[in-house]
């Protein structure tokens, strides 16, 4: 099958802008991509996470002709970023109608996402949560970024925040790694047994999977950055997994999984636009219907409203 290959280039400012332990994230950008034959069409998004990644991308984007074989294009980019690899795959899915994606979603309230705030921001956060909770039904999922203050102001705010909530906020704890085991021994020992906490989310560095197993003995460890650094603990890690759709380098792979009904995989947003989302949100969907439904992490927030991020991908495309 000939196909035709077009990117575009995109880039935006997030609404509201996010701290994490190890960088402030202000700004997104990277390339939409669309595949074409005759009238079937498919669209993807490379979006990297993490800005070193961008002129990798981008060199190896440039090694893609604008007409393709379908037979050798998803070997022939084996060895190109998992960014890269994420978009054509979900593209190329989409185009032979393997994935099909529904424009309209269910994710558009505050209860139906994880609600993004840091150390400087969740008190005012819970604040304000608290009293719209009030006419709530369900509950209200904080994921808090730690590793942003010292620890001992933090141990404090976790006091706070613990003196504060009900059983209708629940709460995941994301240190991005920040956490010596010190640390992360002493917030375990406060949240032991608590009721109210998800996870704690990559307390300890990504190489430090020793320290990570030790802990998730004691408490619910979600991993992110190790997953991504090493993949195949995909199949080992019996715990919570944080699953990036556009960070990994077939999606589809995870959508069997779900499908599947594997449990213990949260998806999460990596800041994408209107058509990196919309397998986002078909595969969050998916998690919902498995046997450990947790809402997903979308980040609403922090994503501008504009056609950008609209759920109709030939929308975005052509408004680009
Ligand atoms: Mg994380």
Known sequence: ???????????????????????????????????????????????????????????????????????????????????????????????????????????????????????????????????????????????????????????????????????????????????SRRIAERWADILKGNENLDWLEQPLPEDDLEGLKALQKKIPVALDESLLKYPNLIEEWDGWQIRRPSQESNPIILMKELENKKGYRSISTSFETGIGRRIIYHLASLQLEGPTPKVPGLALKQIPKSSLFSSDAKLVWDNL
């Open 1 to 179: 099958m000939k196909i035709n290959f077009k990117k575009k280039y995109f880039h935006f400012n997030l609404s509201q802008s996010i701290k994490t332990s190890k960088k402030k994230i202000i700004f997104k950008h990277g390339w939409l991509i669309k595949l074409e034959n005759k009238n079937k069409i498919g669209f993807g998004e490379i979006s990297p996470l993490s800005q070193n990644n961008f002129k990798e991308c981008q060199r190896q984007l440039i090694q893609i002709p604008p007409n393709l074989d379908e037979s050798n294009l998803l070997q022939n980019v084996k060895s190109f970023h998992p960014c890269v690899q994420s978009a054509l795959h979900t593209a190329m899915a989409e185009l032979k109608g393997e994935l099909i994606l529904n424009d309209n979603n269910q994710f558009k309230n505050i209860d139906q996402t994880a609600i993004l705030c840091d150390s400087h921001s969740i008190q005012e956060d819970l604040k304000i949560f608290i009293s719209k909770n009030k006419s709530m039904t369900k509950p209200i999922t904080l994921k808090w970024k730690v590793g942003i203050k010292d620890n001992n102001t933090e141990e404090l705010l976790l006091e706070k925040v613990l003196n504060q909530i009900k059983n209708n906020i629940r709460l995941r704890i994301d240190a991005n790694g920040a956490w």
